[in-house]
């Protein structure tokens, strides 16, 4: 258990660049009788990662005990990590061209979250072979040291550089799924398009077989495409305009032909008022057939089905995309209503999964659908088969609705006063105040969005204005929760909580609240961390300015 | 006063005094860097002028107020403390911000000395999470009490069972 260091080779490699660097910047400086820029430049960027390199080398030094990893690093500003053995969530190492002939690998370790992860860049490729042996996921506390390669190499898996992502999730129980995947022969034998998360090997045919065998993985289907999905998806306020960005490139594709694709419309329909009403009469409603169109193909036999423990996703007419999301990952589900559409009760259903890259995933489960068949959706798509998006929601103090109205009308009249000063034509400055017939609508209805509950298992939020959403996050998906208060808000008595989690977009809110439907929700769903936070501060401790300032706090 | 509902209690722990005399001579670096940039534009380019100016006088205004009021008001509102149970910490001037972090859920736990919170025996400790709204940072805290606050996290943290996600 001592302190390691980088490969020495780093510090070759840092002189290579160094010597490289300096004989660059002699050329520029002395080839011609003017400096050649881009030379110098390129000198000077090498001289700074020379040394960034050799001071990384002088400074770093790490620790891999049987509990923890550490690291050291940094010269100016220094700075320690320490990351917990059985939090870390892959290991893998990389290399550029360079270093790589220098046998030098940069090692990754990673506990979750992108940013989280450390970096050892770089080792020499044995040493860096036997930290990841050491840190494979799940070998945390056991291992004792063992240094040796012949020991750990039957049991390490290959200890090749992609050791990543495939340990970043709980492995879902995927083979019953591949298996047991083609529910009618005749289709979905596509092979399943690349770069989604799909089923690991492609389902041959002879397998069917073997379903009526396995009738325990039986698939229940939950949802197939329904014929209203069409319009639905394809009514939308983009589609109106999907067929500009095709015209103008067509446009520029034709351009070297000499075909003027505009001034031939504007030949053909003239340029007045009655020429663009014409244009907008052919184009809006093109763009919703091309709209109806391209989600036909995408969603051909659309099929959500649960099947030992997961969720399947297929579809596709041109390449079926097959997409799978384990049971254990699911930490709850959100719905997204756009504010056009809130009248037809239109909705977009969303997966919080944990263990993805935030906001991409699988998170999207169902296309827009109707509200009513979303909810019930919704109940067989959880594991749980709860309803917590329709939790009945408390609403939000009154004042929540005079800060969005507040905001609606000061932040045009800031803007308004901040163009002020600034020489422009005397017509610009009052501009911003045609926003506010906008804003202040917009605000009532965001406060109308406002609300929060907690049912059972789930911690339910809602809020937006434009796009409507309504979270239910699993209680047990919380990590941690941050109580932020305005100036404005701590005299009117309000908060806004942020809700921390590792799935779906990794935070939520519940704006604005009364601080006792803070404390009411943090003690609902979390109930262990609220004693924390109400607990009256020690008394035994004579640590005075803590307690003394303690009421100052309070008080202000 | 109106009866309001009893906020969150504060942490137990303040920071070290010499909080103050950091925060004060880093907004001061950084007032006269950006001031400073900003200044000579306005001095050499005189077409900015009427541009650069209104927006120079705002600056200087929010500087002149960070320096005199925010490092003292901040040292009286922060406070931080890391028990068996979870790393909590209260922090802000104008905008108060609590934060709770079980240690099950903790990821990594940093350290960073940067050069002028060196010349004032200070420390950050920062506890990341899976989630980077989780993330907890305590910014001013005496070198020492830093070191044995994470000494004790790492204790902690190793014996609390917890995949953190």
Request: hydrophobic share 45%; glycine share 8%.
């Amino acid at each position: 258990m001592t302190w390691r260091r980088l490969s020495i080779r780093v510090v070759y490699l840092g002189l290579i660049r160094l010597a490289m660097s300096l004989v660059t910047g002699y050329f520029g400086v002395a080839w011609r009788d003017d400096p050649v820029w881009p030379l110098v430049l390129g000198a000077v960027g090498g001289l700074i990662g020379a040394s960034a390199d050799l001071s990384r080398w002088q400074t770093t030094r790490f620790l891999i005990t049987p509990e923890r990893v550490e690291m050291r690093t940094g010269w100016i500003s220094r700075k320690h990590r320490t990351v917990a053995r059985d939090r870390i969530r892959s290991v893998d190492s990389s290399a550029r061209l360079i270093p790589r002939l220098l046998g030098l690998r940069t090692v990754n370790i990673g506990s979750g979250d992108a940013e989280t992860s450390f970096q050892l860049d770089s080792l020499d490729r044995g040493e860096a072979e036997r930290v990841q042996r050491e840190l494979m996921p799940g070998r945390g506390s056991a291992v004792s040291a063992t240094f040796s390669p012949a020991v750990t190499s039957s049991t390490a898996a290959p200890a090749s550089p992609a050791v990543t992502s495939s340990t970043a999730a709980p492995a879902s129980p995927a083979s019953p799924a591949s298996t047991a995947a083609p529910a009618s022969p005749g289709e979905a034998s596509a092979p399943a398009s690349p770069g989604e998360a799909s089923a690991p090997s492609a389902p041959p045919h002879e397998d069917i077989s073997d379903i009526s065998g396995m009738s325990d993985e039986a698939e229940t289907v939950i949802a197939r495409l329904r014929r209203p999905w069409i319009w639905l998806n394809a009514f939308r306020i983009e589609s109106a305009f999907a067929l500009i960005a095709p015209v103008f490139a067509l446009h520029w594709a034709l351009r070297p032909f000499g075909v003027d694709l505009f001034r031939t419309a504007r030949d053909l329909f003239g340029t007045d008022l009655r020429g663009i009403v014409l244009i907008l009469l052919i184009a809006v409603p093109l763009g919703f057939a091309v709209a109806a169109v391209a989600f036909v193909i995408d969603n051909w036999n659309f099929e959500l089905v649960r099947t030992g423990g997961a969720l399947i996703t297929r579809k596709g007419l041109f390449t079926t995309t097959t997409v799978q999301r384990s049971d254990e990952r699911t930490r709850g589900i959100a719905f997204a209503e756009p504010l056009l559409t809130r009248r037809l009760r239109v909705t977009k259903t969303k997966l919080l999964l944990t263990g993805s890259a935030a906001g991409e995933g699988g998170g999207d489960i169902l296309p827009r659908t109707r509200l009513e068949e979303a909810r019930d959706l919704a109940a067989q798509i959880l594991p749980d088969g709860a309803r917590p998006l329709e939790a009945p929601l408390r609403r939000h103090p009154r004042g929540a609705l005079v800060r969005r109205i507040g905001w609606a009308v000061y932040t045009p009249v800031l803007l308004a006063a901040a163009l002020l000063p600034f020489p422009l034509p005397g017509w610009v400055w009052p501009l911003p105040f045609l926003l506010i017939p906008v804003t202040v609508p917009l605000a009532a209805i965001a406060y109308r969005s406002l609300g929060h509950t907690v049912q059972d298992d789930y911690l339910v939020v809602r809020d937006g204005a434009l796009t409507r959403r309504t979270v239910a996050l699993q209680n047990r998906a919380v990590i941690g929760w941050s109580l932020e208060q305005s100036l404005f808000q701590r005299w009117a008595g309000r908060m806004t909580v942020g809700i921390a989690t590792a799935a779906g977009s990794r935070s939520y809110e519940a704006p604005d609240v009364s601080v006792d439907q803070a404390m009411t929700l943090i003690a609902e769903a979390t109930p262990g961390l609220i004693s924390v936070m109400t607990e009256p501060p020690a008394t035994s401790s004579a640590a005075s300015p803590a307690v003394s300032s303690a009421g100052e706090v309070s008080a202000c | 006063m109106n009866n309001s509902p009893p906020l969150p209690r504060p942490p137990r722990r303040p920071l070290d005094r010499r909080f103050v005399l950091w925060r004060t001579v880093d907004t001061l670096i950084w007032a006269t860097v950006v001031l400073g940039a900003l200044g000579a534009v306005w001095f050499f380019a005189e077409v900015t002028r009427p541009w650069v100016g209104p927006v120079l006088i705002v600056l200087a205004v929010v500087y002149a107020v960070h320096v005199a009021v925010m490092p003292s008001w901040r040292y009286r509102v922060h406070r931080w403390e890391t028990t068996d149970d979870a790393v909590y910490a209260l922090t802000g001037w104008l905008t108060h911000k609590w934060q709770i972090v079980p240690i099950s859920r903790i990821q990594s736990i940093d350290t960073e000395i940067g050069p002028l919170q060196r010349m004032f025996g200070l420390a950050t400790i920062t506890v990341t999470t899976a989630s980077s709204e989780g993330n907890i940072e305590i910014e001013g805290v005496s070198a020492a009490d830093a070191a044995d606050a994470v000494d004790r996290l790492r204790e902690v943290t190793a014996t609390t069972v917890g995949d953190a996600t």
